[in-house]
């Protein structure tokens, strides 16, 4: 069992940069694929990027060359680095592995806001 924590959101301006962590507590998350998902108000919940416990990673397409997901297996932590930041990214994030996915257990995520 993986639990995770998400963090590092706020108010960035179009073209700025945030850096998520998603903070994981278990002896599992090693060999746990760890990914980053978004919900903007009114919208379903998307996934944003994933990575598998040997470090591959897949984008979707509308973060692609903007975002890059890496992780830290010494720290127990998920990194979504976000640049070239636009409106439509404005969303509270989530992470979460693909069992927590199924059995729709969600945190409360972080919110991101990018506005001028």
């Known amino acids: 069992q993986v639990q995770l924590v998400e963090s590092g959101g706020g108010l960035v301006q179009p073209g700025g940069s945030l850096t998520l962590s998603c903070a994981a507590s278990?002896?599992?998350?090693?060999?746990?694929?760890i990914g980053w998902y978004r919900q903007a108000p009114g919208k379903q919940r998307d996934m944003v990027a994933r990575?598998?416990?040997?470090?591959?990673?897949n984008y979707a397409d509308f973060v692609k060359g903007r975002f890059t997901i890496s992780r830290d297996n010494i720290k127990n932590t998920v990194y979504l680095q976000m640049n070239s930041l636009k409106p439509e990214d404005t969303a509270v994030y989530y992470c979460?592995?693909?069992?927590?996915?199924?059995?729709?257990?969600w945190g409360q995520g972080t919110q991101v806001t990018v506005s001028s």
């Open positions: 979460n592995t693909p069992i927590g996915v199924t059995l729709t257990h």
């Open positions: 990575i598998t416990s040997d470090s591959i990673a």
């Open positions: 278990g002896s599992m998350f090693s060999i746990s694929t």
